[in-house]
């Protein structure tokens, strides 16, 4: 077996250099450098005596925890993929991707039991079923628990095992137009990148990182991980209160977040009393991101927190950070995701595969750098879709100004962006279709003052057939996680389609956003 001497971690240096320091604070309690590094360390030794290795698929799942966080920085360590699992999917969801991502071992807060339950009847492949969260007694017949076994791992640094080029990657899985979630394959992050991306936007070694959103999805995960390799502290939230959230910004003199729209609009909307009595000077770098900012959410945010806080990035878990408008510019660019991010370069090719060179004429929207996927697992054929020689794309379409500031203006696909969730329509469709009484069914986002957009339908009912919007949804909430089941429905007597067949959905879709200057969120 191939074993690999470990190189100083970073989590061990930081350790070593400032043990007192505090590196995570969750509902009172505290936890220094040193205490963190042990409570990584009992975990990955753990996850090593497990069978886990270099390479080895580790699906993780569970509401923003002390564990979740220490969890992430084990699986670095020893090497892992690290797989992290949306706690809000269905059974039947989590059963195809724990069996698509091959995960030899499974990690979950016991409030996941339900959701993982037939995931440990039917996929063959997972070796252990780990969790968190519970006493010993009190772990489903199917697990183990973690806390149980890791107080008796050693206290050490672990070793890798196993071929160390696969150490440090990670796979997010997003959903794809097809309706099944892809696993998008990452490498690890390019230090000088990263750097780059600090200097941008100013992080500094004492920031004070609060977890708004949740920790399964790349971009909260990324900029922790950017505080935490600073010697900062991560203030952990497991879940939103927008009252909470500016107790712990007050209390912590939390300096940095990630937020989507929605938690910070349910801060804003807030009775303006409850803002100001709380001292929120400290924050520096809000970071939003996962689905577009209204311009009338960005001047309220400006309004009642501050106009030097707020930096909008435009990405992807596929291509990581794209463009960065800094707080001078949100009021100036109304509907810009920015300028291009350090290190990265952006290309806009018309329908003639040309390049765009003119300003405010529209393109797909190409990515080239070091920060982008490197495959989508098992789906080799939507990764080669995706690629212009070395550029690749998620199919926005954007245009850009005469200064070069970058505008998201529609999406090759129909992807849904709710409550920052994507949420991609034809695996909705699929479900709709497998009613009794739907002959057809087209799905698309209509426009949401609390989430950016909502899932809406338009079915075509089969002959004879009947049902009610909220028999549909009951339906739907049976396979598909509660975000994605539509809110509403039409019934038309025909979905309109192209002669080649493709749904034709800016028919559908287009009469709910008349009145909008966007049709993102």
Request: glycine share 10%; aromatic share 8%; hydrophobic share 40%.
């Amino acid at each position: 077996m191939h074993v690999t001497a470990p190189a100083e971690d970073p989590l061990a240096a930081l350790a070593a250099a400032g043990p007192e320091r505090t590196a995570l604070i969750e509902d009172g309690r505290s936890l220094s450098y040193a205490a963190f590094n042990v409570l990584v360390n009992r975990y990955a030794n753990l996850l090593a005596d497990r069978g886990v290795r270099a390479g080895t698929k580790v699906v993780w799942c569970g509401r923003n925890s002390t564990e979740v966080v220490a969890l992430i920085a084990a699986l670095r360590k020893c090497g892992a993929v690290g797989v992290p699992l949306n706690y809000r999917l269905s059974p039947e969801e989590t059963v195809y991707v724990v069996e698509n991502a091959d995960a030899a071992l499974v990690l979950f807060d016991a409030e996941q039991a339900p959701q993982l339950e037939a995931a440990s009847r039917e996929v063959e492949g997972v070796q252990t079923w780990l969790v968190w969260g519970c006493a010993e007694a009190d772990a489903p017949g199917w697990a183990s628990s973690l806390d149980a076994l890791a107080a008796d791992a050693p206290e050490t640094e672990p070793v890798v095992r196993g071929a160390d080029e696969a150490a440090g990657t990670s796979m997010f899985y997003t959903s794809g137009t097809t309706g099944k979630p892809k696993g998008v394959v990452r490498s690890a992050p390019d230090p000088g990148l990263v750097l780059a991306l600090v200097g941008e936007i100013g992080f500094q070694p004492g920031d004070v990182y609060l977890t708004t959103g949740p920790l399964y999805h790349s971009g909260p995960m990324s900029f922790m991980l950017i505080v935490q390799l600073l010697g900062g502290t991560v203030v952990v939230m497991r879940d939103f209160d927008p009252e909470r959230w500016l107790d712990l910004v007050e209390r912590h003199r939390v300096t940095t977040t990630f937020s989507a729209p929605t938690p910070i609009r349910r801060v804003v909307d807030l009775p303006e009393e409850a803002i100001r009595r709380r001292d929120l000077s400290s924050l520096r770098r809000v970071i939003a991101n996962a689905a577009p900012w209204p311009f009338e959410l960005k001047r309220r945010y400006v309004e009642r927190i501050g106009d030097g806080s707020l930096f909008e990035v435009y990405g992807s878990t596929e291509l990581g950070v794209d463009t960065i408008l800094r707080p001078e510019d949100q009021l100036r660019k109304p509907g810009s995701c920015g300028r291009a991010a350090p290190g990265v370069e952006i290309a806009l090719f018309g329908a003639d595969g040309r390049p765009v060179e003119e300003p405010h004429v529209p393109g797909d929207l190409y990515v080239r750098g070091t920060a982008t996927f490197n495959a989508y697992y098992k789906a080799d054929g939507k990764f080669q879709d995706a690629r212009r020689g070395e550029w690749l794309t998620v199919g926005d379409i954007a245009y850009r100004d005469e200064e070069g500031f970058y505008y998201i203006c529609d999406r090759r696909t129909d992807m849904i962006i709710s409550g920052g969730m994507n949420i991609y329509p034809a695996e909705i469709e699929a479900v709709l279709t497998a009613h009794p009484a739907v002959a057809d069914a087209a799905v698309f986002g209509v426009p949401s003052d609390e989430w950016g957009e909502s899932v809406h339908a338009a079915i075509v009912p089969a002959p004879g057939g009947s049902v009610t919007d909220e028999e549909l949804r009951a339906f739907c909430r049976e396979h598909l996680a509660s975000y994605k089941t539509p809110r509403g429905f039409d019934r038309i007597a025909e979905i309109p389609r192209n002669p080649s067949g493709k749904t034709l959905k800016r028919r559908l879709r287009d009469p709910y956003w008349e009145d909008r200057d966007s049709r993102i969120g």
